[in-house]
């Protein structure tokens, strides 16, 4: 790779950065042909965009991104791919459902909404986390609860009142 591939490849990656806020770090190293398609398949039918990438290469994205990756970077060893998603538990999920067949992926972190997890000591957690839309859900639910208990209040006295 000369120096001016690897030039644009550092702003490609840097542009990728900047424009997702949640990004996965994992090793999907020893995952054989066909179970590395049916990742990436997963990943495409989820909304995840999943690259291989060069450690050297990311590190200095991450150094040239706005965004403060702190000890993300340390974790960049090995084969590294890189997972970006909308959602920030759809990634975990995935490598969650992998690792049922096999040990691999491996998470070595993550970046979401401006956090650092490092580690595969956390998918669990990170799977665990609610969608924006979930929580959305949630609050929403729990608004619309007290309206309903006023308004079927209501309707039972305005039904009470007509047969008196």
Do not use: H, W
């Amino acid at each position: 790779m000369t120096r001016e591939e690897k030039s644009i490849a550092i702003e490609d990656l840097t542009a990728q950065l900047a424009g997702n806020n949640i990004v996965y770090v994992a090793d999907i190293s020893g995952l054989n042909a066909e179970t590395t398609s049916n990742l990436r398949r997963a990943c495409f039918k989820a909304g995840i965009k999943l690259e291989v990438v060069k450690n050297t290469l990311l590190e200095k994205a991450m150094d040239a991104s706005a965004n403060e990756y702190g000890e993300l970077t340390s974790v960049l060893k090995g084969n590294t791919s890189i997972l970006f998603s909308d959602t920030a538990n759809a990634p975990a999920k995935i490598i969650k459902e992998f690792r049922k067949k096999s040990d691999k992926p491996l998470l070595k972190g993550a970046y979401i909404n401006a956090e650092i997890y490092i580690g595969d000591n956390l998918l669990d957690s990170l799977a665990s986390l609610k969608s924006k839309e979930e929580v959305i859900g949630e609050i929403i639910g729990l608004l619309q609860s007290p309206a309903q208990r006023v308004i079927s209040a209501l309707l039972n006295q305005f039904k009470d009142e007509e047969v008196a």
